[in-house]
T-cell receptor, first 122, second 107 residues
Framework: EVQLLESGGGLVQPGGSLRLSCEDS????????MSWVRQAPGKGLEWVST????????YYADSVKGRFTISRDNSKNTIYLQISSLRVEDTAVYYC???????????????WGQGTLLTVAS | DIQMTQSPSSLSVSVGDRVTITCRAS??????LAWFQQKPGKAPKSLIY???TLQSGVPSKFSGSGSGTDFTLTIDSLQPEDFATYYC?????????FGQGTRLEIK
């Protein structure tokens, strides 16, 4: 079964930087767009960023644009989220997801990782 | 941005009940609507995509319907393992947006 394994979370001071990683154990990683979704403590789900299967297309929520950078290395079955200028409100569990169910030119979420917790505090 | 509004925000129901959750989009999204289930302390799980297509392994007690702006998730014969929070999501356009969630509680 496909497994998405996130890593890189931790405690970071406001203004700091961090890189999250998500490795896909599947065999068709380079066939799917991938996204990061986050969930602040006690809150709902918030889409953060998406990268196309080739990596040529990237999309960001306004709340992270200019501070977060999504990338992927298809040779390593891994996506990354480089986060800078961290804010307290970035504190959340960050999930990576794949977009394997496609129809009509758009693709829906399939598998979710278990999440990695990022805490921004001084 | 497309706003997704779920109702109700919470629902107290009994084991064996049938429940329907509604999700409304602020503009038409065709059938680009997904549903997710999340249990406390766990990652979300994908249930439905394309408004009504069950993901592999999801039991047929779950069903989705709708198109355009109005969608529903129906769960038949609720069991203890179904008590969770359910989210809708539109993937018609960026930014991808979620509903605020509907929490099912045991009566």
């Amino acid at each position: 079964e496909v497994q998405l394994l996130e890593s890189g979370g931790g405690l970071v001071q406001p203004g700091g930087s961090l890189r999250l990683s998500c490795e896909d154990s599947g065999f068709t990683f380079d066939s799917y767009a991938m996204s990061w979704v986050r969930q602040a403590p006690g809150k709902g789900l918030e889409w953060v960023s998406t990268i196309s299967d080739s990596g040529s297309g990237t999309y960001y929520a306004d709340s992270v644009k200019g501070r977060f950078t999504i990338s992927r290395d298809n040779s390593k079955n891994t996506i990354y989220l480089q986060i800078s200028s961290l804010r307290v409100e970035d504190t959340a569990v960050y999930y990576c997801v794949d977009h394997r169910y496609c129809h009509g030119g758009r693709c829906s979420t399939g598998f979710w990782g278990q999440g990695t917790l990022l805490t921004v505090a001084s | 941005d497309i706003q997704m509004t779920q109702s109700p925000s919470s629902l107290s129901v009994s084991v064996g009940d049938r429940v329907t959750i509604t999700c409304r989009a602020s503009q038409g999204i065709s059938s680009y609507l997904a549903w997710f289930q999340q249990k406390p302390g766990k990652a979300p799980k994908s249930l439905i995509y394309a408004a009504s297509t069950l993901q592999s392994g999801v039991p047929s007690k779950f069903s989705g319907s709708g198109s355009g702006t109005d969608f529903t998730l129906t769960i038949d014969s609720l069991q203890p393992e179904d008590f969770a929070t359910y989210y809708c999501q539109q993937y018609y356009s960026y930014p991808i947006t979620f509903g605020q969630g509907t929490r099912l509680e045991i009566k």
